[in-house]
């Protein structure tokens, strides 16, 4: 089973590398695609492939984290990976957690994995506003696009699907709003899934990151599936 | 009056302009007949101002400019919402075009499957980018650093 992660990065020179070497222990390879970052994001990925097992992309110009995924995820297609992987550039998503992530898809028991923040482990450094704020995103999820009510995390990046799966899945979103149209794709195509719980860590630089007004994305999240409704 | 000469020349201008547009094949022929009908409605408006009483008496509006004032924040908004979309179909265009710009840098020999979670196992993987001089699709050096 040739098992590759796709990571989206932008402006990520800081976090990138760490994030390589801890999920390089579970995974055949990883698949960065450097979303235009203006910073050192593609050198400092390219200098941690000591074994040849990262392949770092570069969008052109800056098309945001679902965009990124997406380009990332073909890649590991046409590549041939047998299971694919997605994963945060900034350092929040434990690698502890890709064993959990990956056993059911591997032992043939599901088509989809999705990390959730909200299955008992306790999130580190994650601000009530996003909690509260992720919750109503949930509500949103069930009453505006019909995602199951199973699903318990509306934004997690965590996922791990079959080569098939991935194929399956379509979101057209390029930023933000393309988490939940993938758990519209899952939930609503007939592919197994689960949850696990994630341990996510939350620190002061990856919040500062990320920007303090997450009202603001959410409202373009819906904004964004709106206008997505209408374009083909 | 003035103001009517100003409007009526104001909307065949702006018909002449949707004609010329719809010879070239900028827009299509729905869209040609839509705007052809709000200018034409816009002109006739123009010159029998007394129409927009009788058609707000029909939409239960009280004066006729206020049905007219209506009508076009309704449109607007539309218009407004169509200009969203076009914009949304001309921003997947694009990260289109990035996308393949960005996959085009790779080549894809197949390797032998490789054991999860070893590292230590053959680590060699089938992805690879191309090398400078390998990549004739496009410029290494515009997708190797900002």
Not at chain 1, 66 to 77: D, M, P, S
Not at chain 1, 205 to 228: E, F, P
Not at chain 2, 137 to 144: I, L, W
Request: hydrophobic share 45%.
């Amino acid at each position: 089973m040739r098992v590759i992660g796709v990571i989206p990065a932008y402006n990520e020179e800081k976090r990138i590398a760490a994030v390589l070497r801890e999920s390089l222990a579970y995974l055949n390879e990883i698949i960065v695609v450097d979303d235009g970052s203006t910073d050192e994001t593609s050198r400092a990925a390219m200098g941690t492939d000591e074994c040849g097992r990262v392949c770092v992309l570069r969008h052109a110009i800056n098309r945001n984290q679902g965009a990124a995924l997406r380009t990332g995820t073909k890649a590991a297609l046409m590549s041939g990976a047998d299971i694919i992987v997605h994963l945060d550039a900034d350092g929040q998503h434990d690698a502890k957690d890709l064993p959990n992530l990956l056993q059911p898809v591997l032992d043939g028991s599901t088509d989809v994995v999705l990390g959730s923040r909200f299955l008992g482990v306790q999130a580190t450094g994650m601000p009530l506003a996003r909690r509260w704020l992720l919750k109503c995103g949930r509500w949103f999820n069930i009453l505006a696009l019909g995602i199951s009510r199973q699903v318990t995390d509306p934004q997690s990046g965590l996922r791990a699907m079959t080569a098939e799966a991935a194929r399956q899945i379509v979101f057209h979103q390029d930023g933000k709003a393309h988490a939940s149209e993938i758990l519209r794709s899952v939930t609503r195509s007939g592919l197994r899934w689960m949850e696990i719980p994630a341990h996510v860590i939350y620190t002061q630089d990856s919040l500062n990151k990320a920007g303090s007004n997450r009202t603001s994305d959410a409202i373009k999240i819906a904004w964004h599936l709106l206008v997505g409704t209408f374009t083909k | 009056m003035l103001i009517q000469i100003l409007l009526v020349l104001g909307f065949v201008l702006a018909l002449w302009v949707t004609l010329k547009r719809f010879r070239q094949r900028v827009i299509s022929l729905s869209e040609f007949l839509a705007w052809s009908v709000l200018w034409l409605g816009g002109a006739i408006v123009s010159i029998l101002p007394k129409l927009t009483e009788y058609l707000a008496a029909i939409f239960g509006v009280g004066r006729g400019v206020d049905l007219i004032l209506y009508a076009a924040v309704a449109i607007q908004f539309f218009l407004i919402f169509k200009l969203f979309i076009n914009l949304e179909k001309t921003e997947r265009q694009l990260t289109k075009i990035v996308e393949q710009n960005a996959l085009a840098v790779l080549s894809f020999p197949r390797s032998s499957s490789d054991d999860v979670g070893n590292p230590e196992s053959d680590g060699s993987s089938g992805l690879r980018r191309t090398t400078p001089k390998d990549d004739k699709n496009g410029d290494e050096s515009s997708h190797s650093q900002g």
